[in-house]
């Protein structure tokens, strides 16, 4: 009898990477609770101030991640990912320490290195440990451990500062990152990787691909940067609910739709997520009630659960085992730049107009994403298929 059986996805490497994942997540959840408290009590600075700590790791993190995919390609994913962890972790453990705001952005540049390390390496790894047939499903399940960790992390420091303190609040957040780091260990270096690796900086093919999903994260966090703000104007009282909602729906499409992202091409998949985030945001314009807002974030999430899967399978599609950390590096590289042009485009629109005519803006950044991405998709059915080394 001649049945095909479909490769093994849940490996104990592929298990082990995402729980690691989700150490390191909660880690950063947990940061992302305490730093502008700590930046404005203990350490004694304003809100400016505690905005320059939140976004110092950003200057790094962009600069690093090519660096880091052109060495987890040269030198394998493992030592990318335990030096991101470790380096995470002396950043917690050291701002206890630290009595100044130069102080806690010099821990935040660090921890910008040890992102772009991890992050990068991470993803590269995820690709390496899945079967290619797989691999939107991968990514699906792979990205729970940072949406969930993200989520858990911050009433996990809540809950620690308000019963012990910030000092103890860092060193949780430390001993998690250090638990990633040798959860790790535990996940075996693919062979081939890290052996030959062509070592380029940037990886030029995925950058069509990025592009689109700079789109994407443009327009989401544009709305995310003043999802508190709209709810305040459409009168609803429950400030943190759209965002609440906005996680918990991706984190559950993540599980129930995995396999979707295998089942359809990656650059038409991608296109739809960009339509579905762009009729969320036009929903919202449209419909100014706190219904309204649901229901747009439901939309808009829905779209995002699709588009990481989507942008990562296209752009790795274009990266042989060698190239996996230059490709992973340079479209990462794209989320660092959409996550910080979103917020600053759209605020500026909103000053000169009102948040309605941002969130227009938004709609547009994923119109032109999603024309673009169907321009690719039609010039890659008439070329030649890129078949990766193996």
Known sequence: M????????????????????????????????????????PIGSDEAGAGLAFGAFGVTALVCRPIAGRLSDVHGRI???????????????????????????????????????FFVAG???????SPPERMGEALSYNSLGLYLGITAGPPLGEVVVETWGFDEAWWLAGGLAVSAALIVRWVPEVPGTGEEGHGKLIHRPGIPVSLGFFASLAAISGFLAFASLWSTQVGLDNTSLALAVY????????????????????????????????????LLVAWQTPTGMIAGVVVMAVGVTFSTPAFFAAVFATATPSERGA????????????????PIALGLVARAHD????????CGFALAGAAWTTLLAVRARSAPPVVPSA
């Not at 993803?123 to 440990?129: C, G, H, K, P, V």
């Not at 396999?259 to 945001?281: E, H, M, N, Q, Y």
């Open 327 to 342: 490709a992973a590096g340079t479209a990462s590289a794209f989320i660092d730049i959409g996550l910080g042009f979103g």
């Open 355 to 362: 948040l309605s005519w941002a969130f227009a803006v938004g």
């Open 79 to 117: 030592p990318l990912l335990v030096l991101g962890a470790l380096l995470a972790a002396v950043g917690m453990l050291a701002l206890p320490y630290v009595d100044s705001l130069a102080g806690v952005v010099a821990v935040r540049l660090v921890q910008g290195i040890a992102e772009a390390a």
């Open 123 to 129: 993803f590269a790894l995820l690709a390496d440990l």
């Open 2 to 41: 001649n049945e095909e059986v479909a490769p093994s996805l849940f490996t104990r490497g592929f298990v082990a990477l995402g729980v690691a994942d989700l150490a390191y997540f909660i880690s950063v959840g947990i940061a992302i609770y305490c730093l502008p408290l700590y930046a404005t009590g």
């Open 247 to 282: 996680g918990l729906v991706i984190v559950f499409c993540r599980v129930a739709f995995a396999k979707v992202p295998d089942r359809l091409p990656s650059l038409p998949l991608a296109t739809g997520s960009l339509l579905l985030i762009a009729a969320g945001l036009a």
